[in-house]
């Protein structure tokens, strides 16, 4: 894992705790069709920030895949949507009453292009139910391994103030120069 997933983990997952059961990423497809309302998915790329919650919105009516997740911004404008595969597992696991969210975790774009995409981290929290109801099936980790090579199950990390003091150090510098650097470049 490099730093700066390991910065985004503490930003965005650690505070989550333990509620949280796994995690992985995933690019979001369909980020160059304009969304329903004819608007842009592209000007909606634009203003996404990393660690910013996006919000599932699941589309049984629609023509292409009744199991089509749409994932948007708190006021419902759509970035993308999740692959068919990873939609089907997670509408299955949404009925099942397995709760999940998304997280903006890189915006995908190179200068002088009109290339854009989204990679987010999909968050699956522990199931509120009794586990003798679930059902096996698709929605299990064996699926998440196999097809999302990025999965990983949270494990137990120790928190930033037991972390040794050159490690905080090292951290907050890092941030600091991304912050210069990011300020510098505007």
Not at 27 to 35: A, E, M
Request: with cysteine.
């Amino acid at each position: 894992m490099d730093l700066e997933d390991r910065l985004f983990e503490l930003k965005v997952l650690q505070p989550l705790g333990a509620s949280v059961d796994r995690y992985f990423y995933v690019k979001l497809v369909g980020v160059s069709h304009l969304n329903p309302d004819r608007t842009s998915r592209k000007n909606v790329i634009k203003t996404l920030i990393q660690g910013q919650e996006l919000k599932l919105r699941r589309e049984p009516t629609n023509i292409y895949d009744p199991n089509a997740i749409l994932v948007c911004t708190e006021d419902g404008r759509g970035a993308g949507y999740l692959d068919a595969r990873l939609a089907g597992d997670v509408t299955r696991s949404m009925k099942q009453d397995v709760r999940w969210r998304s997280y903006v975790r890189r915006v995908l774009h190179e200068d002088g292009t009109t290339h854009w995409g989204v990679v987010v981290c999909m968050v699956r929290y522990n199931k509120l139910t009794d586990n003798a109801s679930s059902t096996p099936g698709l929605s299990g980790p064996e699926f998440l391994a196999k097809h999302y090579p990025d999965y990983k199950r949270i494990e137990p990390q120790a928190p930033l103030e037991t972390l040794p003091r050159w490690a905080v150090l090292t951290i907050a510098g890092l941030l600091l120069l991304a912050l210069v650097i990011a300020i510098h470049s505007c």
